[in-house]
């Protein structure tokens, strides 16, 4: 499995925003996550990604931010804000739109027992532009 990481693997602060990206090329094709760590003054502490083999686009969205929460609860992180470009992700956490694929219920069902973990949680939409940070990782991973 190809993997990269950069930052504070330990002793996170109490408030976090990690932005998530899942890459794939091809829809299946190779697959990929990545997500970038800040505190609150906004500075960077931890940036990770990872490849996943074939998988859908969609797959790898999901499988970022399960990454993400499950650092967040591993370091007892007390509030975390996930920001993604998956407007389709985002909404079906937030409980606006139901998840009818099979394959990502399980991921999403993982997502929403890890939140509980957690004493605060929000998820943003962001725009793409405004994501670059966790494309690039999760793209790079693809690449080396």
Known sequence: MKEYKEGLEENWPDKVVIYTDGASR?????????????????????????????????????????????????????????????????????????????GLKPLFLECKGLIGKLPEFEIEHVRREDNVKADELANHVLDI
């Open 26 to 102: 091809g829809n299946p094709g190779d697959a990929s996550l990545g997500l970038a760590v800040y505190d609150s003054s906004n500075k960077e502490v931890f940036c990770y990604a990872q490849a996943l083999g074939t998988q859908t686009n969609n797959y790898a969205e999901y499988m970022a931010v399960v990454k993400a929460l499950n650092f967040s609860v591993e370091n007892k992180v007390k509030n975390v804000i996930v920001r993604s470009d998956s407007q389709l992700l985002v909404r079906q956490i937030q409980g606006q739109y139901k998840v009818k694929s099979a």
